[in-house]
C-alpha cells in the first residue's frame, strides 16, 4: 500500500553545485615536473613527521605540496579552494581536480573552473584518451571528465525536520531496485537504532547508488554543530 503523499511547509534558501571533481589526461612540461620533484623533495627534507606541506606558488596562486603521493599519486597541491593530484604520465587520467564547497560557493562553478584550467594550461596540455576494447575497437574519450558533481538544496523546513523518525523510511517512495538506507547503531539490548553522532533520530537518509545517482536529506544544523 503506497502512503499518502506529504507536503512539507520549506523555504529554498539556496541551491548549488557543492562538490565538484574533475579528472583529466595531460601532458606536463618536463621543467614543470622537475619543479614538482624539486618542491617535493624539501617538503620531504623539512617534514619533522607531520606530513605538512610546504608552501609554494604555482598555477598562479598559493599552494602547499605534501612530501608524499599514494595511491597511485606523484604530487599532491592543495590550498582552501582546489586539491591538485597529479600522476604518472601511464595513467590515462593523469591529473584530477577537487573544489572546495567555499570557492564553489563564492564564486560559482563555471568560474572556479575557468581560473585554475586557463592556469593549469599553461603549464600542460590536453593528451588525446584512446581505450582499445577486447574485440580490438578503440574508444576515444574526452580529455577531461567529471567525476564527481553533487548538488545541493538547502531547504528551511522544521516541520519536516522534526518529523525525521523511526517511520520515515517507510514513507519514501522509491523504485524496487532503489534500496533507501540511514546510519545504524546497535543498542546495548541488541536492537538496530536510527542515529547520527549521539541524536537518537535518524538524519541521514540516503537513496540511490553512489556509482550513478544518489539522493542524500540530511539535517544541516546537526551536522555542523557535530563537527
Same mark, same amino acid.
Given at each position: 500500500?503506497?502512503?499518502?503523499?506529504?507536503?512539507?511547509?520549506?523555504?529554498?534558501?539556496?541551491?548549488?553545485?557543492?562538490?565538484?571533481?574533475?579528472?583529466?589526461?595531460?601532458?606536463?612540461?618536463?621543467?614543470?615536473?622537475?619543479?614538482?620533484?624539486?618542491?617535493?623533495?624539501?617538503?620531504?627534507?623539512?617534514?619533522?613527521?607531520?606530513?605538512?606541506?610546504?608552501?609554494?606558488?604555482?598555477?598562479?596562486?598559493?599552494?602547499?605540496?605534501?612530501?608524499?603521493?599514494?595511491?597511485?599519486?606523484?604530487?599532491?597541491?592543495?590550498?582552501?579552494?582546489?586539491?591538485?593530484?597529479?600522476?604518472?604520465?601511464?595513467?590515462?587520467?593523469?591529473?584530477?581536480?577537487?573544489?572546495?564547497?567555499?570557492?564553489?560557493?563564492?564564486?560559482?562553478?563555471?568560474?572556479?573552473?575557468?581560473?585554475?584550467?586557463? @592556469?593549469?594550461?599553461?603549464?600542460?596540455? *590536453?593528451?588525446?584518451? =584512446? !581505450?582499445?576494447?577486447?574485440?580490438?575497437? %578503440? #574508444?576515444?574519450?574526452?580529455?577531461?571528465?567529471?567525476?564527481?558533481?553533487?548538488?545541493?538544496?538547502?531547504?528551511?523546513?522544521?516541520?519536516?525536520?522534526?518529523?525525521?523518525?523511526?517511520?520515515?523510511?517507510?514513507?519514501?517512495? @522509491?523504485?524496487?531496485?532503489?534500496?533507501? *538506507?540511514?546510519?545504524? =547503531? !546497535?543498542?546495548?539490548?541488541?536492537?538496530? %537504532? #536510527?542515529?547520527?553522532?549521539?541524536?537518537?533520530?535518524?538524519?541521514?537518509?540516503?537513496?540511490?547508488?553512489?556509482?550513478n545517482l544518489q539522493i542524500q536529506l540530511y539535517n544541516k544544523s546537526d551536522e555542523v554543530t557535530e563537527k
Amino acid at each position: 500500500m503506497i502512503p499518502p503523499i506529504r507536503n512539507y511547509d520549506c523555504c529554498l534558501l539556496a541551491q548549488g553545485i557543492d562538490t565538484l571533481a574533475e579528472s583529466a589526461s595531460v601532458f606536463i612540461w618536463q621543467d614543470l615536473w622537475d619543479e614538482l620533484e624539486a618542491a617535493k623533495a624539501e617538503a620531504r627534507e623539512q617534514n619533522t613527521g607531520d606530513n605538512a606541506g610546504l608552501p609554494v606558488f604555482i598555477f598562479g596562486q598559493d599552494f602547499d605540496i605534501k612530501p608524499h603521493g599514494g595511491d597511485g599519486v606523484t604530487f599532491i597541491l592543495s590550498n582552501p579552494d582546489y586539491t591538485i593530484t597529479i600522476a604518472p604520465a601511464k595513467v590515462d587520467y593523469n591529473l584530477q581536480v577537487k573544489y572546495s564547497a567555499a570557492v564553489l560557493w563564492q564564486l560559482g562553478a563555471d568560474r572556479a573552473r575557468n581560473l585554475i584550467w586557463n @592556469a593549469l594550461l599553461r603549464k600542460m596540455r *590536453k593528451r588525446p584518451v =584512446k !581505450i582499445q576494447h577486447e574485440d580490438g575497437t %578503440v #574508444e576515444d574519450r574526452p580529455w577531461r571528465v567529471i567525476s564527481r558533481i553533487d548538488y545541493a538544496f538547502d531547504l528551511d523546513s522544521p516541520e519536516m525536520t522534526q518529523e525525521i523518525g523511526a517511520d520515515f523510511m517507510g514513507r519514501i517512495i @522509491a523504485h524496487s531496485s532503489i534500496k533507501p *538506507k540511514w546510519n545504524l =547503531k !546497535i543498542d546495548e539490548n541488541g536492537e538496530d %537504532v #536510527e542515529v547520527w553522532g549521539t541524536s537518537t533520530r535518524m538524519q541521514t537518509v540516503t537513496i540511490g547508488k553512489k556509482g550513478n545517482l544518489q539522493i542524500q536529506l540530511y539535517n544541516k544544523s546537526d551536522e555542523v554543530t557535530e563537527k
